[in-house]
């Protein structure tokens, strides 16, 4: 009767991490779509939503080639 509880507790604990992790993920995947600012490449507008440039369409570039093109 004990131990069947105890599993009871268990799994209801563990739901609950599940269900709060998955929220976590989803708010963090949405933040990193929609609130990342970024300047465009090609005509230097400083766009604040998405991940196409509202000017000249151009698409964002990775922080990766950013970082190379200022080490040059
Ligand atoms: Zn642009």
């Known amino acids: 009767m004990v ?6 507790f268990l799994f209801l604990f563990l ?16 933040s990193d779509l929609d609130i990342d600012e970024w300047d ?3 005509c230097g ?9 509202i000017y ?4 964002k570039q990775n922080n990766i080639k950013t970082d190379h093109a200022n080490a040059k």
């Open 56 to 59: 000249c369409n151009a698409k």
């Open 15 to 30: 739901a609950l991490v599940a269900m709060i992790a998955q929220s976590n993920n989803s708010e963090k995947y949405y």
């Open 3 to 8: 131990t069947s509880l105890y599993f009871l």
């Open 40 to 42: 465009c490449h090609e």
């Open 45 to 53: 507008y400083h766009v604040q939503v998405g991940n196409i440039c």
